[in-house]
Every structure is written in C-alpha cells, then in structure tokens.
C-alpha cells in the first residue's frame, strides 16, 4: 500500500509561480513511476507531467511533460526520496484546475494514461487569474 499526500497550491496571477508536492508513504520500492494530472471544471483529465526513477541509488531518473507545459513545468525528486514536486512557472490562466499526483510503484513507465496509475493524491486547487 502506497499513500499519497500533496502539499502546496493555492491562488496566483498569471505570470508567478507555484511548487506543488507529492509525499509518498508505505511500502518502498527500488523502482518507481510518478505522475501529475490536472482537471479543470467540466474538462477530463489530462496528463501534466511524469517522472520515474529506478536502481538503489536513483541513478536513473527520466521526466516528460505535456507540450503544453513543458518549458515552463518542471517535475523533480526532492532531496527526501519519497516526495517529488512539480514547479510551475509562468502560470497562465488555463493552468487553472485541482492537480492530482499518482504513483505506480514498481512499474517506472512515463505514461500520460491516468489508469496506468494505482494510487492517487487528494488533489489539490490551483487558480490563476489573468
């Protein structure tokens, strides 16, 4: 069993940034795939970013991000092993919607499919305004 517990977010002009966090608790693994979605109000989900990771000393560490954030997103692992961020810079407006953080454990696969994910955040608001 994994549990995920997000942090940050919040309300922000476009153009600030903001620093969401994802605590992952539970069961370890060596290997690991860890991805952000976003859904805005009447909107499916959609893929933001992923990161995974593999070996005993995380060596090996892989990002992707959607074209629609990319350059200006940035997906992480922060120094504890278990907690990966995503920095999002330049916000526009149409970043609005809760963020979700999803794990699969063992499987470090850099999928935009949300049921390639087993475990999932609570979610978390973000709100730009123009």
């Known amino acids: 069993q994994v549990q995920l517990v997000q942090s940050g977010g919040g309300l922000v002009q476009a153009g600030d940034s903001l620093r969401l966090s994802c605590y992952a608790s539970?069961?370890?693994?060596?290997?690991?795939?860890m991805g952000w979605f976003r859904q805005a109000p009447g909107k499916e989900r959609e893929f933001v970013a992923a990161?995974?990771?593999?070996?005993?000393?995380?060596?090996?560490?892989?990002?992707y991000y959607a074209d629609t954030v990319k350059g200006r997103f940035t997906v992480s692992r922060l120094n504890a092993r278990s907690t990966v961020s995503l920095l999002m810079n330049s916000l526009k407006p149409e970043d609005t919607a809760v963020y979700y953080c999803?794990?699969?454990?063992?499987?470090?696969?850099?999928?935009?499919?949300?049921?390639?994910?087993?475990?999932w955040g609570q979610g978390t608001q973000v709100t730009v305004s123009s």
């Open positions: 990161i995974t990771w593999s070996g005993i000393m995380w060596t090996s560490v892989n990002t």
């Open positions: 999803a794990a699969a454990p063992g499987r470090p696969s850099l999928s935009v499919d949300p049921n390639s994910y087993d475990y």
């Open positions: 539970g069961r370890t693994f060596s290997d690991y795939g």
